[in-house]
């Protein structure tokens, strides 16, 4: 290349760097920020929002939104950043048919080209506010996204339905929003409604409130609504009141009997125990029970989403795990992540990244307290609970991934990732920071309780950490130190060391809690109630600490663990197991072939599809099948008594 050529190149490259600074400086600055200054600084006026629910059969929501405006340049938001998935998982695709008027003539939206979740209008001489009317185009199939519209029940979550103005804090713009329901349809929601309106369709008005208390309260209605006193007396005694609100597919869904209603209201009364406050003036359960709704859970400060099977109250014995895993998870979340919010997540508005730094506490300390309130209130056993701890701690235990890549890197994960399926979870790790996090705290808890002769727990944590401020709902924000003084409150050790041995280092998982529990990790040919459930759940059969691999009913492989015997023989997730000893593919078979295999010397025989060519693998394999499950440590004082036992 010549001294020239090398030149001009040079020219060329400075001249698009500095093309394209000038055009992110010159969009940036069409984008007021909220500043600080602005804090305690209202916007001028209040939104009147209205949302049109009725369009059940096309899932489609009609918004009409009055804005007060002054003239000048004017930019609306579209939420990105969304409570709760910790990601900027806002979807203004599904926003549709935008006009904007004012004084009655239309108004030319133009999207920001650096921004798209940002839309700017010229407001003109004269006008006090602005008429945006569009649609929310909720997903019709779940390839789409979460079904959030079937023809028995809908959800509404707000910040789908609004823009808001650019340069606020979202605590300091007021919203005055109604709803209209299908004719006959019944709801529950956070929200204060006024009057006595829409219990039977028709138009609901709330009481004005500002934005942020708006997008953290969604609504459930359905055609079938049933609404239980999880705390009778409350108001007498001076408690806020506490209610679940089921929707399901058909009445019978919603039938509860008194045993497993008498569960619920004992994850309220032992919340109430282990953090002796609260902090919502009434707490909703708002509780899908569909095999069509496509939701899962989401927690909110004085509201709960839990999407759960049809059959949720009557197959009692079935999805053991997800009962641990949302119920008493997302009611948790309340006082940890809710009420104490890490530093970093809780933004201006819904258009300022969040800091995921802490979610091994906000969700992993969540993940802990969630198992444990389970058996402290009857909805899983002891026995069943230990047996979760074990599922999970062999999940982490054969998590190979953490050799490259620490605990503490997993909170990227919601950003990097959105939940999309992994092609090999097992080492490139899926928001581990929920169930290694869990563990971490079993250990925490364990640690407190030994040095402290089993006087103090991580129960002191709770409610020294989460229970101040009783009755407060302003978030109370935190830092690692705070977590660690408080911890070195109840019980004095290096619990900085502590945390970050765990959180960024690369041996092992974090499994000390089961050994000081007075437990052991094993694995048995049997497996336990609670794998068998998650197996059922996830209509499949799980040989991931035999063969190394996960197959569902029919075949496919859902999973496949790095570096184990079916990963060394080349397949993939996704690859089809057709048969087992030139016999069709059945999970019996399999679970059989395996048994018969042990400590002989004869390999099992599998044909797989893979990438349209079919393929034997012998599988030298002899040591028959393996389950996790927790098993006592004679001779050591059983800890975890004294963890599941009820306050």
């Known amino acids: 290349m010549t001294k020239l050529s090398a030149a001009l190149l040079a020219a060329v490259v400075q001249g698009f760097a500095m093309q394209a600074n000038m055009v992110r400086a010159a969009e940036a600055t069409e984008i ?52 709760g998935t910790h990601a900027p998982e806002g979807k203004p695709v599904q926003l549709g048919g935008l006009i904007l008027r004012a004084n009655g003539q239309r108004l030319e939206w133009r999207r920001d080209p650096l921004n798209v979740y940002a839309y700017h209008v010229e407001v003109p001489a004269g006008a006090t506010a602005l008429e945006a009317d569009f649609q929310f185009l909720s997903a019709v199939e779940g390839s789409e996204g979460a079904v959030l519209v079937t023809p028995d029940m809908l959800a509404v979550h707000w910040e789908a339905m609004l823009l808001y103005p650019a340069g606020y804090y979202a605590h300091g713009i007021a919203v005055k929003a109604n709803l209209t329901l299908p004719s006959g349809w019944q709801f529950g929601s ?5 009057g006595q309106g829409g219990q039977n369709g028709g138009r609901v008005d709330f009481k004005a409130t500002d934005l942020e208390t708006l997008i953290d309260s969604p609504l459930y209605a359905g055609r079938y609504f ?11 005694a ?63 400060h004085q509201s709960g989403e839990y999407g759960v099977a049809a059959n949720y109250f009557a197959a009692w014995d079935e999805a053991l795990d997800w009962r641990a895993s949302l119920v008493p998870h997302e009611y948790v979340h309340s006082w940890d992540g809710k009420f104490r919010r890490p530093s970093g997540m809780r933004p201006a508005n819904y258009n300022e990244p ?52 620490a605990m503490q890197d997993t909170v990227n994960d919601p ?30 808890d364990t640690k407190i309780r030994e040095l402290s002769g089993d006087k103090r727990s991580l129960n002191d944590f709770a409610r020294a950490f989460f229970g101040v401020g009783n009755g407060s709902h302003e978030p109370l924000t935190y830092t690692f130190e705070d977590v660690v003084k408080a911890l070195n409150a109840v019980q004095p050790y290096d619990w900085a060391g502590f945390l970050r041995a765990r959180l960024d280092g690369h041996e092992s998982a974090p499994l000390d809690g089961f050994a000081r529990a007075g437990w052991k990790l094993v694995y048995t040919e049997e497996p336990t109630e609670y794998f068998k459930s998650v197996e059922a759940r996830r209509k499949g059969s799980d040989f991931s600490y035999s063969l190394g691999f996960a197959v569902n009913d029919s075949g496919r492989l859902m999973s496949v663990q790095w570096d184990g015997l079916a990963f060394q023989a080349g397949l993939v997730k996704g690859a089809t197991l057709v048969a087992v000893d030139g016999h069709p593919y059945k999970a019996a078979l399999l679970k059989q072939a395996v048994r018969a295999a042990k400590g002989g010397k004869q390999a099992i025989e599998l044909l797989f599809k893979q990438d349209e060519l079919y393929r034997t693998v012998k599988f ?28």
Request: hydrophobic content about 40%; glycine content about 8%; overall charge negative.
């Open 32 to 83: 007021p920020p909220p500043v600080l200054q602005t804090y305690l600084q209202h916007y001028p006026g209040t939104i009147e929002l209205a949302v049109d629910a009725t369009n059940i059969r096309q899932k489609i929501f009609s918004v009409h939104e009055r804005i007060p405006v002054k003239a000048g340049k004017l930019t609306l938001l579209y939420p990105e950043w969304l409570p």
């Open 190 to 194: 956070a929200l204060e409604q006024v």
């Open 226 to 236: 049933k609404r239980y006193d999880l705390d009778p007396g409350a108001v007498a």
């Open 238 to 300: 001076h408690r806020p009141p506490v209610f679940l609100d089921v929707v399901a597919d058909d009445p019978d869904g919603l039938e509860a009997k008194p045993e497993r209603l008498e569960m619920h209201r004992a994850v309220v009364s032992q919340a109430y125990k282990l953090f002796g406050s609260q902090h919502y003036d009434h707490y909703d359960f708002l509780m899908a029970a569909s095999d069509s709704f496509g939701f899962a859970g989401l927690e909110h």
């Open 354 to 405: 969040m800091n995921d730094t802490l979610l091994w506490l906000y969700e992993g300390q969540t993940d802990y307290w969630g198992f444990v309130l389970a058996a402290r209130s009857g909805l899983l056993t002891a026995a069943q609970v230990r047996e979760g701890f074990a599922y999970l701690g062999a999940v982490q235990q054969h998590r190979v991934g953490r050799q490259w890549r």
């Open 415 to 444: 950003v990097i990732n959105s939940r999309a399926p992994l092609g090999w979870a097992s080492w490139q790790r899926a928001e581990d920071y929920y169930d290694d996090g869990m563990l971490m705290w079993l250990d925490a």
């Open 620 to 647: 030298d394999y002899h040591e028959g099948l393996k389950y996790p499950r927790l098993e006592r440590i004679e001779g050591t004082p059983d800890r975890m008594e004294g963890i599941l036992g009820a306050l």
